[in-house]
């Protein structure tokens, strides 16, 4: 004959995850990792790692100078935070004194991709930006270029260009000179 397991009451919640073989589980009731938060959609780069053929000038430009090339894709990640040439100068003494220039780099990769949403494609940035040096810094300003950024206006300019308005600096109360008689 069968027998009906009884109707307990479901046990005070532990902090400790229950097994699927237990009575006690009701996986209707647990919602799944997916349904509580779900990452956004990552998108693929608009050119490939190796098209430097797109930009021709950059190519060449990133091959002899990579410092500028960093720098302009540091001051519109940064939102102008930074500016390019603070930006390119630290990357040239990082890489005068320690030659790891590439980690810096990667940082910035990281931060863009997380920006807008891109996949970690063809691998992880540190492994892009160690091997790949000039090529990687190409694909993040064609990326950035792509998506309506001039790149040799800055970020302040850009915003200007887009339509946004440039943040106000508050004027100085007018000082007063010295005592006259």
Known sequence: MYQSKPNYPPPHATGFPMS????????SMVPSAL??????????WSTGLCDCCDDVG???????CPCVTFGKIAEIVDKGSSSCGTSGALYTLIMCVTGCQCLYS????????ALYSLQKRPCGDCCV???CE????????RELKRRGFDMEIGWLANMEKQ??????MPMPPPTQQGMTR
Do not use: D, W
Not at 20 to 27: G, I, L, M, R, V
Not at 35 to 44: C, L, Q, Y
Not at 58 to 64: K, R, S, V
Not at 134 to 141: D, F, G, I, R, W
């Open 106 to 113: 990667c940082f910035y990769r990281s931060k863009m991709r």
């Open 20 to 27: 699927t073989n237990s009575e006690y589980y009701a996986p």
């Open 58 to 64: 950059n190519c060449c430009m990133t091959c002899f």
């Open 35 to 44: 349904e509580i938060h779900t990452p956004p959609e990552s998108v693929a």
């Open 129 to 131: 930006h160690c091997f």
């Open 134 to 141: 000039q090529c990687a810094l190409c694909q993040e300003y």
């Open 163 to 168: 339509g946004y308005a440039a943040p106000t």
